[in-house]
């Protein structure tokens, strides 16, 4: 006696697949796996930009500030006061200050560092001012305290420089920053 291929032992044997119903979940599943992997990786593709575009603004801020406090440390004859002063030679102690002007150490010239329209700006010698911080770094606070430029007294001059603001980087919310640093002129003060 022939058995029937589908029959064993009297039982039906399940050719082997998938019905439609168990096709149909899994697709369903799959679906649903695909759309919250596809919802994270542009969640991170987008937490990525705005993290290099805030690096990338805090670098800025940062390469100018270090800029900036180097060239005080090297330089001499440090003037602090509303504007640029006439005479050269200038010297003038502040506290609270928004603009700092100084001989600068290596050539002698005069270099200035104020702020202008949320932004540090340069002068160097007669020439104009001029922007040292990016547009996406908004400076609400640029303060100085100058001691010790008077020749007569003892003290070595120092600057204390505060900067405070915002960095705008893509998010919702600007990050905002809050630095302060003491500069120590390097050249004895005689």
């Not at 542009?42 to 575009?53: E, T």
């Not at 200050?97 to 104020?114: C, K």
């Not at 702020?115 to 002068?123: A, F, S, V, W």
């Amino acid at each position: 006696m022939i058995k029937h291929a589908s029959t064993y032992r009297g039982r039906i044997a399940k050719n082997g697949g998938f019905t439609l119903v168990e096709l149909m979940v899994s697709l369903t599943v799959f679906s649903i796996v695909m759309l919250i992997s596809t919802g994270v990786l542009l969640v991170m593709i987008d937490v990525n930009a705005k993290g290099q575009a805030l690096y990338s603004s805090y670098s800025n801020l940062s390469f100018a500030l270090d800029s900036m406090t180097r060239e005080i440390r090297t330089g001499r004859n440090y003037y602090c006061g509303p504007s640029w002063p006439s005479d050269d030679d200038a010297t003038q102690d502040c506290v609270g200050g928004s603009l700092i002007v100084f001989d600068r150490g290596w050539d002698n010239e005069r270099i200035g560092y104020r702020l202008q329209d949320e932004r540090i700006e340069q002068r160097i010698g007669a020439g104009s001012w001029f922007p040292i911080t990016a547009s996406e770094v908004v400076v609400s606070a640029f303060d100085l305290d100058v001691e010790g430029t008077n020749d007569s007294d003892t003290e070595q001059p120092y600057v204390d420089v505060r900067v405070a603001g915002e960095i705008y980087n893509g998010l919702a919310e600007p990050t905002d920053f809050e630095i302060s640093t003491r500069v120590i002129q390097r050249i004895l003060d005689r």
